[in-house]
């Protein structure tokens, strides 16, 4: 190594070195179903400086839920993410029953 | 940022600074086998995460001949109360679930007795290097779609969708997002999986239902804890 910093466990593991990316939260937020405007529709959050490249956006589950609960969708665009309550891309007139999901965008870059 | 520390990698990318918490692990252990006569597993968490944001949990199956699969995923407990997780393997003919997790939050905690600390300019705790920043090491927009297959109950559709790997050593995946079916075709959804097909050589994401789409949006990040 001829620069930079390094950083070991106490089991003598190097943990992070001029070669890592860590990973930071930009936003989190809780996405309501109530927040959908439509049947088939979108929820946009505005996230300045992210694109496809540098960062990832992922709904989880917060809740209890039954066997039949269908998760949100997620789309990262530049410098915002849009979560669908449906399938974008296919026919279908199905929606997303979940309740809610928490919406994290991670840059890693 | 005005002051404080900043630690930018060879690639030009921050790693640490004063001005953001990252993605710290909280715990890390194995899972096995606990229930459902060795299909599912559930871990309780040494002590409860208190966060408001579940924690995330990444996985890594024991590689073995044959296939590992991560499904059902669930972490147990409440915002502020986060006790386990759950992960089910998918049948009699896939590997039971054994692996090592880590359970992560966008928050550090004071653990080092010796060492780096930084706190940022509202004196929050961003980083302890006894609590260990997981390591980015790659991450999917989405998959590519491989094939779809009638299963031999003669109603239900399976859609396969792969990302290439090598299976390196220590990687795990993301596992939060494999629990909740995914929007199908019917008001049932469509069931949702993860398969590691070391013998193949595969990373694999499936769904199935009576009426599943082709079009698969699902994220997938992978992390690891070492350099």
Redesign the interface.
């Known amino acids: 190594m001829s620069f930079?910093?390094?950083?070991w466990?106490?089991d003598g593991?190097?943990?992070?070195?001029?070669?890592?990316?860590?990973?930071?939260?930009v936003l989190?937020v809780v996405v309501l179903n109530s927040g959908f405007p439509t049947r088939q529709s979108y929820q946009t959050f505005s996230v300045p400086g992210i694109t496809?490249s540098n960062a990832?956006?992922?709904?989880?589950?917060?809740?209890a839920?039954t066997?039949?609960?269908?998760?949100f969708?997620?789309?990262?665009l530049s410098d915002s993410v849009r979560v669908y309550?449906?399938?974008?891309?296919?026919a279908?007139t199905?929606?997303?029953n979940?309740t809610s999901m928490?919406l994290?965008v991670?840059r890693?870059? | 940022m005005s002051f404080g520390l900043q630690f930018i990698n060879a690639g030009g990318a921050v790693t640490l600074d004063s001005e953001f918490s990252r993605l710290s692990v909280i715990y890390a252990g194995a899972y096995a086998p606990t229930e459902e006569s060795g299909l599912g597993s559930t871990t309780t968490f040494p002590a409860p995460i208190t966060t408001q944001e579940p924690p995330l949990v990444f996985l890594r199956p024991t590689t073995v001949v044959g296939v590992a699969v991560i499904s059902l995923v669930r972490v147990n407990g409440s915002p502020g109360n986060w006790t386990g997780f759950y992960v089910r393997t998918e049948s009699v003919n896939t590997a039971q679930p054994n692996g090592k997790y880590f359970a992560a939050v966008f928050a550090s905690k004071l653990a080092a007795t010796f060492g780096l600390r930084i706190w940022d300019g509202s004196a929050n705790l961003l980083f302890d290097n006894g609590s260990q920043a997981a390591v980015f090491t790659r991450a999917y927009q989405n998959w590519t779609f491989k094939n779809s297959v009638l299963l031999s109950d003669g109603v239900n559709y399976r859609n396969t969708y792969a990302v290439p790997t090598s299976f390196p050593d220590g990687e795990y995946i993301l596992a939060n997002t494999f629990g909740m079916p995914m929007v199908a075709g019917n008001v049932m959804g469509r069931q949702l999986g993860n398969r590691w097909d070391f013998t193949a050589g595969e990373m694999q994401a499936y769904t199935t239902a009576t009426s599943n789409p082709r079009a698969f949006y699902l994220p997938a990040l992978f992390a690891k804890l070492t350099a």
């Open positions: 930079g910093m390094r950083i466990g106490a593991a190097l943990q992070i070195d001029e070669t890592s990316f860590t990973m930071r939260v989190s496809t990832i956006a992922v709904v989880i589950p917060i809740d839920y066997s039949t609960a269908t998760q969708e997620t789309e990262l309550n449906y399938l974008r891309g296919y279908g199905n929606i997303s979940a928490r994290l991670i890693f870059q």
